[in-house]
Nanobody
C-alpha cells in the first residue's frame, strides 16, 4: 500500500511564495516521474510541472520562471517552490507519482489528496 501526503498549501498575497511538499510512503521499490497538477472548479486538471528520476523538468508556460519543481529520491518526496504567485494560480494542487511497489513488475500512478492554494489580489 502506498500513500501520498501533501502539505504546504494556504493563503498568500499576490507576489508571495509557497512551498508544496508531497511525500510518498509504503512499499515502494522505486519511483519514476513525479509531478504537480492543479485544478479549479469547472476546469480540467492541468499539469503544472514534472520531474523525471534523473532530474529533467518541464513546466506549464504559465508558471515558467516562477515555479521550481525538485525531488529527493531518498525520501520519495517531490517539492514545488512557487514564487511571484498570482491570483490565477489559485487552485487545488495535486501531486502525482509514478512508482513501482515491491513485488510488482509494473509502475502504477498515485495521486495525493490535494492541497488548496489561494492567492489574494
Amino acid at each position: 500500500q502506498v500513500q501520498l501526503v501533501e502539505s504546504g498549501g494556504g493563503l498568500v498575497q499576490s507576489g508571495g511564495s509557497l512551498r508544496l511538499s508531497c511525500a510518498a510512503s509504503g512499499s515502494i521499490f522505486s519511483n519514476n516521474a513525479m509531478a504537480w497538477y492543479r485544478q479549479v472548479p469547472g476546469k480540467q486538471r492541468e499539469l503544472v510541472a514534472g520531474i523525471t528520476r534523473g532530474g529533467s523538468t518541464k513546466y506549464a508556460d504559465s508558471v515558467k520562471g516562477r515555479f521550481t519543481i525538485s525531488r529527493d529520491n531518498a525520501k520519495n518526496t517531490v517539492y514545488l517552490q512557487m514564487n511571484s504567485l498570482k491570483p490565477e494560480d489559485t487552485a487545488v494542487y495535486y501531486c502525482n507519482v509514478d512508482l513501482v511497489e515491491y513485488g510488482s513488475s509494473w509502475p502504477k500512478d498515485y495521486w495525493g489528496q490535494g492541497t488548496q492554494v489561494t492567492v489574494s489580489s
